[in-house]
């Protein structure tokens, strides 16, 4: 049977979808009117027809090698004009997710994010770790911080404690990406071998981070044009709290080290401070928006708690992220500290987790679209602008 | 009763723009001899009824030329009672509304008047000759045979036995149901049309069987039908006994078996796990979906179209096959949450309601629907069955592997078995005409239950592939088509298209020359024969077309109202211009049904017709005799149109072959025409439809144009 492609359908993966976001994915007829209206596909095997139809059949093998999934932004166009209310834009998310299920190591997080009683298991995790680093290191001083004046964070948990109880699970995580993301562009090899109309992998890079910075996708979108400011915000936000955070960790260990620098909590007026205070407020702005959009369209747009638990997450670190310095300046100790330890917790499961829950995009995303432009798949449509 | 003839000329509706009507009136009285001839405003007003009613009583008229609009108009206004004769001479449509008006100082044109007087004279010609029709007379049976008890058969009985008419039920086998009875589930009837329907054929059966009106002959099948509408003899083996009684109309509904799967050996039928979809019918009736070797059947493919559509097997689409496999995509899906139903189709075909049948299996996760091209069914060595599809939705060839594979056959009719289920004792054959595939012809469209045996209708699946759900509107109507036969036949009047005409063919038998003609070429098997091989009509089974007196080469059929020296007589009614007058004349012929509505339609558009042609309805153009070609060449018309429908495949003739018969006959006289000398391209046949109005100016002026290129008829004038 050379030549021929084996349909084998998948009963289970189709149910799943159903009930993790795609849950209008049957009603499908291929009239392709979504291919047509999508601004991001490329004219060659355009997207999302194709996936819709790989999907009613449960075509597991296709659909996780499928980059087009990760060229797809979401914009929504496709729903919004679908004559059958099959939800294509819908159907995509929810394939990318299945595929961060599918190539997450271990698989076993990425199943655990889907579920309510499995996030319970990811929360407490982080909870009981920080919760007994705090005991350990206040038992013997009768958690005198709480008391303490002024409000000093290093007082429950020194930043060395911090960095020690945080850098496992970066490690994990990282570990993980990489394991992950070397067998999605295995796939993605299989599905799209490279073509002589490809670039270079160092131009592809290039471009792709020029693509990601620029938002150049997300302004082409039409139903969810609001998604180019809030996104961006959002991104732009947590760069800004990514070096932050760096910025810090160097201060401090330049500080460990005798270097005569100033480490936390740093003044207003401290270059890092000032980064740090308009990044959260850029991410607040973006997570506030995100959320005030997927509230309003909830009735078109049906997100599985694994979209939620995500945005939930996102949202609920830059809020106690900024609620911390209010509560330590406006000298609420009991708020702050707890506030604080809600963060660590939020912090912790983002970054731990990051590869199996929907944080994972963006190692996804920017791997299928450098792997693109390497492939030459992109090719009308990045270059015929 | 001695006829008086009374002209009547409207002068309303425009007619009086573009006619003087005084002096038509005059010519009614001086060349034609009318010895009444009156003219009013507003004919078909009370006042203008009123004023020919009182001549009638008063002055004796029983024949009225009613010079106004279309026959198509008024039938009813115009109607002066069974005694009176009516005819229309259409002045309104073919001289008033097409032709020239009277200029801006009130002259009228010289031509249009001509065309007045002229029409005037030939339909004066025509109802001196016109004879008075009479109905026939015989002993009609209110009684209604229907063969075939399945459920097209038994909804026809029920509807016929509901109007109150009494019925015969043959059946062949022991039972009634046919082959619905053994389905699992019927596909819905009613809202929401989302799921099958629970088998309900056994109740109609009891209720058919419980109705007094009702008799059922089980075991049977009709050994002889002899007769005609209103008096079929009909003759029935009944288990070896023999039954006979008079049936007035005859529904067949004989219904139709599904294609036999062995054929298909290109989809596999060999490899145990291939079946048919009647196998898997009753595999799911036992609720046992499973393979031969007894496992479970979990991933189950559908080959939609098997055996249909292609020109190996059945060049037609099943109807059917469709929502049978949705259905019995349900049944897998019912029986089993974790098997698969996979179906490849060539096009998905639920119309109407059936829309939401099919949304309900698209929107189940577990059946699978893709487009394709089967091209290979193979067996592997587990026995699972691997097809080979093309042409999907994939966008690339796939290869599926399947537990189980159903092949959705499509519908032979029961025509195809090659035994009569009429037996007809009819010189042209014991069954229905067939159109195609063993179908029976009709005018496809707009008469669907028709066939081409007046009295016969045919019903259901036999007629044409189609479900249940339309076999049982189709049988309520062939039913009400049947009793309508019953009661027009009890009247003496013809049956459907010329419903309640009561002109029939007479023939002049001393004349015949037993050339068989009539008989071979009436499409409605009307003509027995006698000892000597001349014709026996049997009034009943006429539709009054006159395609026999068309054919006659010796011209010894008729009508009352329509006859070759009818024709002959309008032809040469008035003067024939010489040829110095620069007067072409041109003799159109033209069909009833199809071409006189496009003449109507140009009319109503004020569409201007070349004032050189005359023209002549005719009942079909199958009515085409060749005499009439000769008599108006030797009167001297310059050119003959004959206009009537398309021929062929697609057919529209409402008398199936008219039309191609005209064509066939006009073929012949090419001939002749060229021996007188003259050009054989001054008789012409067009096919037109209502659609071609606008088109119809042209059409005869570029027919005339190039009569002038040969020149006046020379027979002009002699």
Not at chain 2, 337 to 354: E, F, M, Q, S, V
């Amino acid at each position: 049977m050379t030549g021929r492609v084996a349909v084998n359908t998948d009963l289970n993966f189709v149910q799943g979808l159903m009930l993790h976001g795609a849950a209008d994915l049957k009603k499908c007829y291929q009239c392709s009117t979504c291919t047509v209206a999508c601004p991001l596909t490329p004219n060659d095997q355009p997207f999302p027809r194709k996936e819709m139809l790989w999907a009613q059949w449960g075509m597991k093998d296709k659909l996780f090698r499928d980059m087009d999934l990760w060229l797809c932004h979401n914009c929504n166009d496709c729903t919004d004009q679908c004559p059958r209310g099959a939800k294509p834009g819908e159907v995509m998310s929810a394939l990318r997710n299945q595929t961060i299920e599918h190539y997450s190591y271990p698989q076993a997080i990425s199943k655990a994010a889907k579920s309510a009683r499995g996030n319970v298991v990811l929360f407490l995790i982080p909870m009981v770790l920080i919760a007994l680093a705090i005991a350990m290191k206040n038992i013997e001083s009768g958690f005198a911080f709480l008391t303490a004046k002024p409000i000093v964070y290093a007082n429950m948990l020194p930043v060395n404690f911090i960095d020690i109880l945080f850098l496992p699970p970066v490690l994990f995580a990282v570990f993980n990406s990489y394991k992950a993301i070397s067998n999605f562009i295995g796939g993605l090899k299989e599905q799209y071998p490279p073509t002589d109309r490809g670039e270079n992998l160092l131009p592809a890079v290039k471009g792709t981070i020029q693509d990601v910075l620029s938002h150049i996708e997300f302004k082409k979108c039409g139903t969810n044009k609001s998604r180019n400011i809030s996104h961006r915000l959002m991104m732009y936000g947590f760069i800004g709290l990514f070096i932050t955070t760096n910025a810090v960790f160097v201060l401090h260990w330049l500080n460990e080290f005798g270097f005569d620098v100033q480490v936390t909590p740093l003044p207003f007026f401290h270059p890092v401070k000032i980064l740090g205070n308009v990044s959260a407020f850029a991410a607040f702005a973006g997570i506030y928006l995100i959320v005030r959009d997927r509230v309003k369209n909830s009735g078109t747009s049906i997100l599985s708690l694994f979209d939620w638990m995500f945005i939930g997450n996102m949202f609920f670190t830059v809020v106690t992220g900024i609620l911390c310095q209010v509560f330590r300046v406006g000298d609420h100790a009991n708020l702050a500290f707890l506030t604080y330890y809600i963060h660590l917790v939020m912090v912790f499961y983002l970054l731990a987790y990051a590869p199996q829950t929907k944080f994972g995009h963006i190692l996804y995303r920017p791997a299928a679209m450098i792997y693109s432009r390497y492939s030459g798949r992109n090719i009308d449509i990045f270059r015929n602008l | 009763m001695e006829s008086k003839i009374g002209v009547y000329i409207c002068s309303g509706c425009d007619i009086d723009q573009a006619l003087d009507v005084d002096e038509l009136v005059k010519v009614a009285g001086k060349e034609c001899k009318a010895p009444v001839s009156k003219t009013h405003p507003f004919l078909c007003s009370e006042e203008g009824v009123q004023l020919m009613k009182e001549d009638q009583k008063n002055e004796g008229v029983n024949r009225f030329m009613i010079a106004a609009c279309s026959q198509r108009y008024h039938e009813a206004t115009f109607d002066m009672g069974d005694d009176s004769l009516v005819v229309r001479a259409p002045i309104r449509e073919y001289v008033a509304w097409t032709q020239k008006t009277k200029d801006e100082n009130g002259e009228f044109d010289e031509d249009t008047q001509l065309a007045g007087e002229e029409y005037l004279q030939m339909y004066y010609a025509k109802i001196k000759k016109h004879g008075i029709p009479e109905a026939f007379e015989q002993d009609t049976s209110k009684n209604l045979l229907v063969i075939g008890g399945g459920v097209s058969g038994m909804t026809a009985a029920m509807e016929a036995a509901n109007a109150g008419y009494s019925v015969n039920l043959v059946e062949k086998e022991d039972h009634l149901g046919g082959f619905c009875l053994d389905e699992y589930k019927l596909i819905p009837a009613q809202a929401p049309f989302r799921d099958p329907q629970m088998n309900s054929v056994s109740e109609a059966v009891s209720a058919v069987a419980s109705n007094n009106l009702i008799t059922v002959h089980a075991s049977s099948f009709v050994v002889s039908i002899s007769g005609q509408p209103g008096e079929f003899q009909v003759k029935l083996n009944t288990d070896g006994g023999f039954k006979e009684f008079k049936s007035g109309a005859i529904i067949m509904a004989t219904g139709s078996h599904p294609y036999d799967a062995e054929k298909l050996t290109e989809l596999g039928i060999k490899y145990e796990n291939v079946i048919s979809s009647a196998e898997f019918e009753q595999m799911a009736k036992s609720g046992k979906i499973q393979r031969k070797d007894g496992k479970p059947a979990l991933n189950i493919g559908f080959i939609q179209c098997a055996g249909s559509r292609t020109p190996e097997h059945l060049p037609y689409c099943s109807g059917t096959c469709c929502m049978d496999s949705l259905k019995q995509a349900a049944y897998i899906r019912e029986q089993n949450p974790d098997a698969k139903a996979h179906i490849i189709y060539r096009d998905i075909r639920t119309p109407g309601l059936y829309e939401d049948f099919y949304r309900t299996r698209q929107d189940d996760p577990g059946v699978f629907l893709t487009q394709g091209d089967v091209v290979g069914v193979n067996e592997t060595e587990n026995k699972n069955i691997a097809i080979d599809v093309d042409n999907t939705l994939f966008g690339e060839p796939v290869t599926m592997e399947m537990d189980l594979v159903v092949l959705a056959v499509g519908q032979v009719p029961s025509t195809m078995k090659g035994e009569s289920a009429l037996n007809l004792q009819y010189r042209q054959g014991p069954d229905l005409p067939e159109l195609k595939y063993g179908y029976p012809d009709s005018h496809f469209i707009c008469f669907p239950y028709e066939t081409r045996r007046t009295g016969i209708y045919a019903v259901g699946s036999v007629r044409q592939p189609m479900d249940i759900n339309d076999a049982k509107l189709d049988a309520t109507g062939a039913a009400l088509k049947a009793i309508q036969a019953i009661e027009l036949t009890d009247q003496g009047k013809t049956v459907h298209p010329r419903v309640g005409d009561l002109t029939f063919p007479e023939f002049a038998l001393s004349r015949c020359t037993s050339c068989k003609r009539c008989t071979e070429e009436c499409p409605f098997g009307v003509l027995e024969e006698d000892d000597k091989g001349m014709p026996l009509p049997n009034p009943a089974r006429c539709r009054s077309c006159g395609i026999c007196m068309g054919s006659c080469p010796v011209q010894i059929i008729s009508f009352k109202d329509s006859s070759p020296n009818i024709f002959k007589e309008m032809m040469t009614s008035y003067e024939m211009p010489d040829e110095f007058d620069e007067k072409p004349r041109v003799l159109i012929f033209v069909c009833e049904n199809d071409a006189l509505p496009v003449f109507d339609m140009a009319a109503l558009e004020r569409l201007k017709i070349n004032t050189n042609v005359r023209i002549m309805p005719m009942r079909c153009l199958g009515g085409t005799n060749l005499i009439y070609v000769t008599d108006a060449l030797s009167f001297g018309y310059d050119g003959i149109m004959f206009m009537g429908c398309a021929f062929g495949d697609d057919y529209q003739c409402h008398f199936v072959n008219g039309s191609e018969l005209a064509n066939m006959r006009l073929s012949k006289v090419q001939e002749t025409i060229g021996r007188l000398n003259l050009e054989p391209e001054r008789v012409r046949q067009y096919a037109i439809s209502m659609n071609d109005y606008e088109k119809l100016p042209k059409i005869i002026d570029d027919f005339v144009e190039e009569l002038e290129d040969f020149g006046p008829n020379p027979f002009k004038g002699m």
